[in-house]
């Protein structure tokens, strides 16, 4: 039998969903603060998963949040453990590779300037990494950190956690 410690730190709502997967599942699993990660098999400490809930937050930690999250994956590094984050993007991210043709919805958004006294539509994020550019990034820091990244429907993530962490997947 699992025992699957979540980390304090996740989202309520996000644990509660993901504990009731668990419960259909029939793993055991509690509430407490992890030292990196969110999901740890209390059974292999040296591997945990850490949950991002689609690839706009996990863009949002390469980027905007590098710093915080890289100390993370040092600490991890430091210490040996594997972190395997695990992306709930949805049917159309299946590995690493389907990251490049990501579009990501910030370079769609728009905003009305005034132009040469005449409304316009322009980009409001012309500047946000595209698809091409968090692969590469992410590439680097499975070279760099030895992370693994994996990706799931939102229904399908305590099932994933479980597979991983028991060691029982087929990406191994």
């Known amino acids: 039998m699992m025992d699957i410690m979540c980390d304090s730190r996740e989202h309520k709502k996000e644990i509660a969903r993901i504990q009731k997967q668990f419960d259909r599942l029939g793993v055991k699993h509690f509430i407490s603060k992890i030292y990196v990660g969110d999901y740890m098999n209390l059974d292999n400490p040296r591997l945990v998963i850490d949950r991002k809930k689609d690839l706009l937050e996990l863009c949002g930690n390469v980027t905007q949040q590098h710093e915080r999250?890289?100390?993370?994956l040092i600490r991890a590094k430091e210490h040996g453990i594997k972190i395997i984050v695990l992306c709930e993007h949805g049917e159309d991210i299946q590995e690493l590779t389907d990251v490049l043709f990501w579009t990501n919805p910030r370079l769609k958004?728009?905003?009305?300037?005034m132009v040469d006294g005449h409304p316009q539509k322009v980009q409001k994020y012309p500047n946000a990494t595209t698809g091409e550019q968090l692969y590469k990034s992410l590439c680097t820091i499975e070279e760099r950190y030895g992370v693994e990244f994996r990706f799931c429907t939102k229904n399908k993530t305590g099932e994933e956690i479980v597979k991983i962490l028991k060691g029982s997947d087929d990406n191994g």
Not at 69 to 72: A, G
Request: no cysteine; aromatic share 22%.
């Open 109 to 113: 958004e728009t905003d009305w300037k």
């Open 69 to 72: 999250f890289r100390d993370e």
